[in-house]
């Protein structure tokens, strides 16, 4: 909360999602831990492929959470929904592992 008040600009509150990247020697190997990876839950999964062919698979969990708190130094939130988010984003972490 000290910083917050202190703070003249645009303050935000963000927390990231898990993201595991996995790189594949065949896309048989990626495309089989995709399906593993969505049919758990991890709905943002994908597949890339390089230009030089590297295959590459990433987990991605669609647990985000992105909420400005001050703009232009004006605290916009009240304490207790600082709180509120940190728990919330603790509870995302939680889930992460």
Known sequence: MTALEKATGDVVFKFEPFVLHVLCQELHDA????????G???RNSGITVGRGGKI???VR???CLEV????????????EYI????????????ENI
């Open 61 to 63: 969990s669609t647990h």
């Open 83 to 94: 709180e509120f988010l940190v728990n919330v984003a603790n509870q995302k972490m939680e």
């Open 31 to 38: 495309q089989l831990l995709h399906s593993v990876a969505v």
């Open 56 to 58: 590459t698979m990433a």
């Open 68 to 79: 400005p708190l001050s703009h232009k130094g004006r605290l916009m939130v009240s304490e």
């Open 40 to 42: 758990s839950g991890f």
